[in-house]
């Protein structure tokens, strides 16, 4: 099987999804929805820095020593192996529009 066909990927989404929910309600209560203080341009601010920040990171062709594509995320994803590393920026960026979108949504647009 390709990796194209295989979805075993399905089989940790819930996972994935269920620990964002428990990170989100943790941090809302502890930080009081300080995300939209300032607004919707401080709130895509949030945004474009934790893309910035896996942008720069996969812009490179070497991590840790290992030799790792540029911009093939799921690469530089196996060869960081750091708790605060990629994958975590990934899950931040996620979860922070997980907040601007359900932000939208508690605005009454629905789609």
């Given at each position: 099987m390709?990796?194209?066909?295989?979805?075993?990927?399905?089989?940790?989404?819930?996972?994935?999804?269920?620990?964002?929910?428990l990170l989100l309600e943790a941090g809302e209560k502890k930080y009081k929805?300080?995300?939209k203080k300032r607004g919707?341009?401080?709130?895509?601010?949030?945004?474009?820095?934790?893309?910035?920040r896996i942008e720069a990171r996969v812009s490179q062709d070497h991590f840790a020593g290992n030799s790792v594509q540029q911009?093939?995320?799921?690469?530089?994803?196996m060869a960081d192996k750091a708790l605060d590393g990629i994958l975590d920026d990934i899950?931040?960026?996620r979860r922070y529009l997980a907040l601007v979108e359900a932000e939208v949504r508690s605005r009454g647009v629905q789609f």
């Open positions: 390709s990796t194209d066909e295989n979805m075993k990927h399905m089989e940790h989404l819930e996972a994935v999804l269920t620990r964002d929910q929805a300080s995300w919707g341009v401080d709130s895509f601010y949030m945004l474009a820095r934790k893309w910035d911009f093939n995320i799921l690469e530089h994803c899950g931040d960026l």
